[in-house]
């Protein structure tokens, strides 16, 4: 029997050489898969043999078999919903993270890997200009975020009035009343979901999506005048969350956070911030005001494997006032003693058995610098400007959102959007989605690859061009 650490070269290695062979073909590399899921799995073999295989031998049948299914995400030319590229740093941080095999839930007991994903977690509240003292969590994405700040805002809103949640559980609790802006992503929905809080009212929004300050003070005033919670008899304005977004899916704008976040505060309630894409514009100088007053809110949810171009896995939850945070996620016992200093991963987050998903983001973040991740922001934006140009350029092509960031959301005349998609497909140098948006039809540009270059633009445009005429 060969050693432990022999064991281990033979199929590393295969997956290192397949994995460059990937990442060289994806640029150049036409975007859609070119099989369907059941030509996967009929290549993968649909029976578990009765036999093992050699590791190596796997490895490579595995590649082999997946790569015609797989989608060129990382193409500089792919605009589809809000997807990152990958940096070399991280992804080989990601690697490493595999490899080390650390259980990340306790700081003291894996001080290695924490201490990077503590320092990481850091760094991103300091650029996103959080509030000092806030606690930052890795999620498996900004759904998960969600979900975890939504649970702190819960048991906060309640501790108000006197209910524990964290006893008591929320039946027969009193009545809280979630609001959100009519544009607000579906993960939103979903952690309200999960946390027995239901659909959140709906507030009006501008035409860039954007929640209307004067909406929101008259939905907080209207539901609690309509008794939904506490009555008003007693002062009070009963425990309410209000959410809000920074980056709408469609185009790019953020919410007017120093309004709305006053209004809501004013009327007690918590501020979630949904800002899976949109937060990074606080790490650059030219864009830091499409989010000013974002650092009043309460709690925030992000990613990393959009705008900062992570490998997937890389959610961020922070709190302002860990208390609640704490209060929510905690999980320890006899056997799992909780850290003597700091916040335990475990108590930031849902899970308790974890890899270090962080740590990919510190790599990413020690590669870029603090200058480097304001110029990534910048240069997405700025690809999305020039993408919207491009497509103003062509016949009967309107883009119809103000492009402040990294969307930009085209609509054609008369012509069927769908179709234009698919021959988009076909040509395969670029991709797009379609989607609706206030009412028309439309082709969503995403820009959230750091590969996207005045190049890919170029390309991009052309082939929008050959599909119109086509
Ligand atoms: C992508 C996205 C989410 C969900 O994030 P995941 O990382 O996919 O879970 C939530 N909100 C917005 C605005 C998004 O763009």
Same mark, same amino acid.
């Given at each position: 029997?060969?050693?432990?650490?022999?064991?281990?070269?033979?199929?590393?290695?295969?997956?290192?050489?397949?994995?460059?062979?990937?990442?060289?073909?994806?640029? +150049?590399?036409?975007?859609?898969?070119?099989?369907?899921? =059941?030509?996967?799995?009929?290549?993968?073999?649909?029976?578990?043999?009765?036999?093992? %295989?050699?590791?190596?031998?796997?490895?490579?049948?595995?590649?082999?078999?997946?790569?015609?299914?797989?989608?060129?995400?990382? *193409?500089?030319?792919?605009?589809?919903?809000?997807?990152?590229?990958?940096?070399?740093?991280?992804? #080989?941080?990601?690697?490493?993270?595999?490899?080390? @095999?650390?259980?990340?839930? !306790?700081?003291?007991?894996?001080?290695?890997?924490?201490?990077?994903?503590?320092?990481?977690?850091?760094?991103?509240?300091?650029?996103?200009?959080?509030?000092?003292?806030?606690?930052?969590?890795?999620?498996?994405?900004?759904?998960?975020?969600?979900?975890?700040?939504?649970?702190?805002?819960?048991?906060?809103?309640?501790?108000?009035?006197?209910?524990?949640?964290?006893?008591?559980?929320?039946?027969?609790?009193?009545?809280?009343?979630?609001?959100?802006?009519? +544009?607000?992503?579906?993960?939103?929905?979903?952690?309200?979901?999960?946390?027995?809080?239901?659909?959140?009212?709906?507030?009006?929004?501008? @035409?860039?999506?954007?929640?209307?300050?004067?909406?929101?003070?008259?939905?907080?005033?209207?539901?609690?005048?309509?008794?939904?919670?506490? =009555?008003?008899?007693?002062?009070?304005?009963?425990?309410?969350?209000?959410?809000?977004?920074?980056?709408?899916?469609?185009?790019?704008? *953020?919410?007017?956070?120093?309004?709305?976040?006053?209004?809501?505060?004013?009327?007690?309630?918590?501020?979630?911030?949904?800002?899976?894409?949109?937060?990074?514009?606080?790490?650059?100088?030219?864009?830091?005001?499409?989010?000013?007053?974002?650092?009043?809110?309460? *709690?925030?949810?992000?990613?990393?494997?959009?705008? %900062?171009?992570?490998?997937?896995?890389?959610?961020?939850?922070?709190?302002?006032?860990?208390?609640?945070?704490?209060?929510?996620?905690?999980?320890?016992?006899?056997?799992?003693?909780?850290?003597?200093?700091?916040? &335990?991963?475990? &108590?930031?987050?849902?899970?308790?058995?974890?890899?270090?998903?962080?740590?990919?983001?510190?790599?990413? !973040?020690?590669?870029?610098?603090?200058?480097?991740?304001?110029?990534?922001?910048?240069?997405?934006?700025?690809?999305?400007?020039?993408?919207?140009?491009?497509?103003?350029?062509?016949?009967?092509? +309107?883009?119809?959102?103000?492009?402040?960031?990294?969307?930009?959301?085209?609509?054609?005349?008369?012509?069927?959007?769908?179709?234009?998609?698919?021959?988009?497909?076909? @040509?395969?140098?670029? !991709?797009?989605?379609?989607?609706?948006?206030?009412?028309? =039809?439309? !082709?969503?540009?995403?820009?959230?690859?750091?590969?996207?270059?005045?190049?890919?633009?170029?390309?991009?445009?052309?082939?929008?061009?050959?599909?119109? #005429?086509?």
């Amino acid at each position: 029997m060969p050693g432990l650490a022999d064991e281990f070269h033979r199929p590393l290695d295969a997956a290192a050489r397949l994995a460059r062979e990937w990442l060289d073909a994806v640029p +150049e590399r036409r975007i859609a898969p070119t099989v369907g899921i =059941d030509a996967v799995k009929d290549a993968l073999g649909r029976e578990l043999a009765d036999e093992g %295989l050699d590791a190596t031998a796997v490895v490579e049948a595995l590649s082999a078999a997946v790569e015609p299914g797989l989608i060129a995400m990382q *193409s500089p030319r792919f605009f589809g919903w809000v997807i990152g590229g990958t940096a070399p740093a991280p992804l #080989a941080a990601d690697w490493l993270v595999t490899s080390w @095999d650390q259980n990340a839930a !306790l700081r003291e007991v894996t001080p290695g890997v924490n201490a990077a994903e503590e320092l990481a977690a850091e760094w991103i509240c300091d650029l996103l200009g959080l509030p000092g003292g806030t606690v930052a969590g890795f999620t498996t994405g900004a759904t998960t975020a969600n979900l975890v700040a939504l649970a702190a805002a819960r048991h906060a809103v309640l501790e108000r009035v006197g209910w524990d949640d964290a006893v008591d559980g929320i039946q027969g609790a009193p009545r809280i009343r979630v609001f959100a802006g009519d +544009e607000h992503h579906p993960s939103v929905d979903v952690a309200l979901r999960w946390l027995g809080l239901g659909r959140p009212i709906d507030v009006a929004s501008d @035409d860039q999506g954007r929640i209307l300050p004067s909406a929101l003070a008259a939905a907080l005033g209207e539901s609690r005048a309509g008794g939904g919670g506490g =009555d008003g008899a007693d002062g009070g304005d009963g425990p309410a969350i209000v959410c809000l977004q920074a980056g709408n899916i469609h185009s790019g704008a *953020s919410d007017p956070f120093e309004e709305c976040v006053a209004i809501a505060h004013e009327a007690g309630a918590w501020v979630h911030v949904d800002g899976a894409f949109g937060l990074w514009a606080a790490a650059s100088g030219r864009l830091r005001h499409l989010v000013a007053g974002v650092d009043q809110a309460d *709690s925030w949810a992000t990613d990393a494997h959009k705008t %900062l171009n992570v490998p997937y896995d890389a959610g961020i939850v922070a709190v302002a006032d860990p208390a609640p945070l704490v209060a929510a996620m905690t999980m320890h016992a006899a056997y799992l003693p909780a850290a003597e200093t700091g916040v &335990d991963a475990s &108590d930031r987050v849902l899970e308790l058995s974890r890899r270090a998903r962080g740590v990919p983001t510190y790599a990413a !973040l020690r590669t870029l610098g603090r200058s480097g991740v304001a110029a990534l922001v910048d240069g997405l934006a700025a690809s999305a400007t020039a993408i919207a140009d491009g497509l103003r350029g062509l016949d009967g092509v +309107e883009v119809l959102n103000d492009v402040v960031f990294t969307q930009v959301c085209a609509a054609f005349a008369g012509r069927d959007v769908a179709a234009i998609a698919r021959a988009l497909d076909d @040509d395969g140098i670029a !991709l797009a989605h379609p989607s609706t948006w206030r009412g028309r =039809d439309v !082709l969503r540009f995403s820009v959230s690859n750091r590969g996207t270059d005045a190049a890919a633009v170029d390309a991009t445009i052309d082939a929008v061009r050959r599909v119109l #005429a086509g």
